[in-house]
């Protein structure tokens, strides 16, 4: 049974309090009435999460936390008071960030980039701003291409931080950055280079040549829903592109010149028509 974490869990037996479940390993944990699910059985087997209550007693909740141990997270603060700032984090009890672990003064209300892991002296769960010391960065699994999840970080003068895989810290370059991203979404990004010093350099859309029929596809589509028509040429600016297609102009002119072959659009002055 492992605290911080979804374990899925035997029901042993009913009781007023709620329902014990049971891990592989003999030990038991109190699911508390509130979230025992309609038709629950003696033998059925449950995903919890499992966690320290605010009486230190290891309990159990079907709710889903934003966060695990050895994740980031981006959570907002509900209270602050003498020990601490205390987070939301989807579940009963809040998750503390202790102030020592905190980058200046937490402020109610605010939400903020954290990583939640089990304090070593008091076995709870925690989580601090202190993020950097908590990315691998010894040894990268990853391969260059390889489609990833991505955590949104701040944004800094080259472009805009993401934790890759709740692993790893990347950067996604500003010139390649045709979507809103905002602190604190999740989506997905290829990896786009592994540098020598085991910085990741993250591309938010497919490279090479699926990267230009996924963006020949988007122009199709976004034709298809203008009655044909687009008002775009290759002498149409960055900006006007990136506004209707979500993509660089580069991607644009090469992604056009497939649809052109493959004799699916006609090149006109005014803009592209769909044949």
Do not use: C
Not at 84 to 106: C, H, S, T
Not at 127 to 140: D, L
Not at 193 to 199: A, F, L, P, T, V
């Amino acid at each position: 049974m492992n605290i911080g974490q979804q374990n899925r869990l035997k029901v042993l037996r009913f009781t007023p309090p709620g329902a014990y479940l049971g891990s592989k390993d003999g030990k038991e944990v109190l699911l508390p009435t509130k979230y025992i699910p309609p038709k629950l059985k003696v033998d059925d087997e449950l995903e919890v999460f499992v966690y320290r209550d605010s009486e230190d007693r290891i309990i159990a909740t079907t709710l889903k936390p934003h966060a695990e141990i050895n994740q980031f997270g981006y959570l907002r603060v509900k209270d602050v008071n003498k020990f601490g700032a205390f987070l939301d984090w989807g579940i009963e009890k809040d998750l503390m960030v202790p102030f020592r672990e905190q980058i200046g003064k937490m402020q109610t209300g605010n939400s903020y980039l954290v990583y939640v892991y089990l304090d070593p002296k008091t076995q709870r769960l925690v989580a601090t701003q202190k993020i950097q010391a908590h990315f691998e960065s010894s040894s990268i699994d990853l391969e260059v291409g390889e489609e990833v999840d991505l955590l949104v970080g701040d944004e800094t003068e080259l472009g805009v931080n993401v934790v890759i895989n709740n692993k790893y810290r990347g950067l996604v370059y500003s010139n390649e950055i045709f979507t809103d991203l905002i602190i604190g979404d999740r989506t997905k990004g290829f990896v786009k280079n592994i540098r020598s010093d085991q910085k990741i350099d993250v591309s938010l859309q497919k490279m090479g040549f699926d990267n230009l029929e996924e963006g020949a596809a988007t122009i199709l589509k976004t034709l298809e829903a203008n009655k044909g028509f687009l008002a775009l040429t290759d002498k149409s600016t960055p900006e006007d592109i990136q506004f209707h297609l979500q993509m660089s102009k580069k991607t644009f002119k090469r992604s056009l010149g497939i649809l052109y072959k493959k004799r699916l659009v006609k090149l006109t002055e005014e803009g592209i028509k769909k044949l």
